[in-house]
């Protein structure tokens, strides 16, 4: 089993709606997420942190749930330049795992 | 500008020929790593280093060598190629907290190196 599992997709969604997408971690210990953008065959970029609270950026917003060991992002009002797709990453110790990647379309 | 620099962009060579891709930051970061990423697999950890002169394997370190010298420089030795490690190779670093925590700020990332090996 993957220690960071994500649906990889792809999520098709009309612009202006509203998608979300999990990723589930296997270790317990971990301390701290974050949410990476990437585009196609490109370096990836740091979308968000994830809080133990849930935090907000703009359209994205993100929730952590230790209990069942799952991080969230939800992106509304949907935009054409959304189309990425989105990596999990969690950090146990100072180890990095990444998921899979989640792949969002956007259309028009 | 603060920036991971990673070359070459890409690389195309064959079996068994000893190569090295380079991978430097002007950040003063403590932490640098290397991943391959596969389609379908993700970014898969080959090695990290949490400072100079301390390096560790990641989850595919087979096939790969790295070393640290200085703070700035992290290249990944590949001492004999083979087809399986045709790849897209990204280079990261960021601020490592350290103390009871150990955590990861930000990664910055190279521009990624795409490896061919025949």
């Known amino acids: 089993r993957k220690e960071v599992e994500q649906d990889p997709g792809p999520f098709n969604v009309p612009e202006g709606a509203t998608v979300a997408f999990n990723c589930t971690y296997s270790?317990?210990?971990?301390?701290?997420f974050f949410w990476y953008r990437q585009d196609c065959r490109k370096e990836p970029k740091l979308l968000m942190s994830v809080y133990s609270s849930g935090n907000e950026d703009g359209r994205f917003t993100a929730q952590l749930n230790r209990a069942s060991q799952y991080i969230s992002l939800l992106i509304r009002d949907s935009k054409l330049s959304d189309s990425a797709t989105y990596l999990c990453v969690v950090d146990s110790w100072g180890k990095l795992q990444f998921g899979a990647g989640t792949q969002v379309v956007v259309t028009p | 500008e603060a920036q991971v620099t990673q070359n070459p962009r890409y690389l195309i060579t064959v079996t068994g020929k000893k190569l090295t891709v380079t991978c430097s930051q002007n950040?003063?970061?403590?932490?640098m790593s290397w991943y391959r990423q596969d389609p379908g697999l993700g970014l898969r950890q080959i090695y990290y280093s949490m400072n100079v002169e301390v390096t560790d394997k990641g989850d595919v370190p087979e096939g790969y060598k790295v070393s640290r010298k200085e703070k700035r420089n992290f290249p990944l030795i590949l001492e004999s190629p083979s087809p399986n490690q045709t790849s897209l190779y990204f280079c990261?670093?960021?601020?490592f907290g350290g103390g009871v925590e150990m955590t990861n700020e930000k990664l910055f990332f190279g521009s990624g190196t795409q490896l061919s090996v025949l």
């Open positions: 950040m003063n970061h403590e932490y």
């Open positions: 990261a670093s960021s601020f």
């Open positions: 270790n317990s210990a971990s301390q701290s």
